[in-house]
């Protein structure tokens, strides 16, 4: 049977990690995967989730199935965080099923749409990360790009953007990245998340909201503006979330697929068909990540904490961005870069083309993804100046 398989490409950012880890270069660095890393090159262990793993760890009494859902607490905590004291939740219209991270969430909301409506079409913009094509693929799902990165200027294709979504046929589904656009860092702003919304009203698709780096932008509150007014003016709406980044959980693998349905009785039935999703895919989701999510967020002294150590990551990603294009112009590039620091979140494109990629990574060890999306997050002020002086040689 398996003799008939080929060989399949390398995945574009998790093939590129496979690669830096065999790569022999003591200056390497590693601009692919989206992970973050401190000053010293260290993906660390939040505080406040060693005292909650900690807590877990000695209170914990069994090992017993928690269900498809996943823990409720979690559920009820996570819905919390993205959309506060929003009215859906006062309305009881929204149901949370725990998953094995954001790329969890992202398979059962194309699950479940595919169920609903079998080879459905979902729009998601151009560009977007890596994998979201792949999935909703995977789901049975026909997947078309509307316009967003102006790759030229640098800038949002807002008109682009809107043109497109006035053509999208109603019952098809749409996804938007919540903040931290993954891979351009580009952001729509509150007037044209509302201009976004209110076209979703008027036309009647479905929008899909993936949040998967709430915190990293502006700040919790900030990065949830456009997720909130979207579930303020559509009636139904899909959420998918993760906890890797801005709990620094990566491995744990916890997210979240939150749906919004018109009624109490709409969202009852949608939150039971999205159980039976989970039930064939893995049956129930692993409950460490949740454990250790929830315990945080149910503690006011744990959540202060976890804002302080979010608020670090956050910065010293903003920090880098800035520090970038300064050491830039220090190191004689005369190219505009400064877009770098108008952006938000873990990524930006460098805008450099495919020979100078190849470049940076044969001749220097620096691995960038093949559009040339960096990670700000892997750039420290040690590496700073062998990377910039590269990107100038190579420029
Ligand atoms: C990324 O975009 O680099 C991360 O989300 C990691 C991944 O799974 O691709």
Not at 51 to 56: G, K, S, T
Not at 81 to 89: A, E, M, Q, S, T
Not at 331 to 346: H, L, P, Y
Not at 361 to 386: C, M, P, W
Request: aromatic content about 8%; charged content about 20%; overall charge negative.
């Amino acid at each position: 049977m398996f003799s008939q398989l080929q060989h399949p490409p390398a995945d574009p950012i998790l093939g590129l990690s496979v690669k830096f880890s065999a790569d022999n270069n003591p200056d390497k660095i590693d601009l692919g995967a989206g992970i973050y890393k401190d000053n010293t090159g260290k993906t660390p262990v939040l505080d406040c989730v060693k005292i909650a793993e900690q807590f877990r760890v000695d209170q914990e009494v069994s090992k017993a199935y928690l269900g498809s859902k996943g823990s409720a607490l979690f559920n009820d905590k996570i819905a919390a965080l993205i959309l506060g004291d929003h009215k859906v939740l006062l309305e009881n219209r929204i149901r949370t099923v725990s998953t094995p991270g954001g790329t969890g969430a992202l398979r059962i909301a194309g699950e479940l749409i595919n169920k609903t409506k079998p080879g459905a079409t979902i729009w998601v913009s151009n560009p977007t990360w890596a994998n979201h094509q792949g999935i909703f693929k995977a789901a049975g799902l026909n997947v078309k790009t509307y316009p967003y990165y102006d790759y030229e200027n640098k800038c949002l294709d807002f008109d682009g953007m809107i043109a497109a979504l006035k053509l999208i046929p109603k019952d098809d589904a749409v996804l938007f990245h919540a903040c931290c656009h993954n891979p351009s860092g580009m952001d729509l702003n509150p007037q044209q998340w509302q201009e976004v919304a209110q076209l979703s009203k008027e036309i009647g698709f479905m929008p899909v909201i993936d949040i998967a780096y709430q915190g990293f932008g502006e700040g919790l509150e900030a990065d949830a503006f456009g997720v909130r007014l979207m579930a303020e003016t559509v009636e139904q709406m899909i959420i998918c979330s993760s906890c890797s980044k801005n709990f620094g959980l990566y491995r744990e693998r916890i997210g979240a697929c939150s749906i919004i349905g018109k009624s109490v009785s709409a969202a009852d039935i949608i939150g039971a068909v999205m159980v039976t999703v989970v039930r064939v895919n893995y049956s129930m989701p692993p409950a460490h990540g949740a454990a250790i999510v929830e315990t945080i967020l149910d503690s006011a002294e744990l959540t202060a904490q976890w804002h302080i150590e979010l608020k670090e990551m956050r910065d010293r990603i903003g920090d880098m961005r800035h520090l970038l294009v300064d050491k830039l112009i220090e190191n004689g590039v005369s190219r505009d870069f400064s877009f770098i620091a108008k952006q938000n979140g873990m990524f930006s494109f460098l805008g450099i083309d495919a020979a100078q990629i190849d470049r940076l990574q044969s001749e220097f060890g620096i691995y960038v993804v093949g559009s040339s999306r960096i990670s700000l997050a892997a750039i420290s002020t040690d590496n700073v100046d062998y990377l910039t002086k590269s990107i100038a040689k190579v420029l």
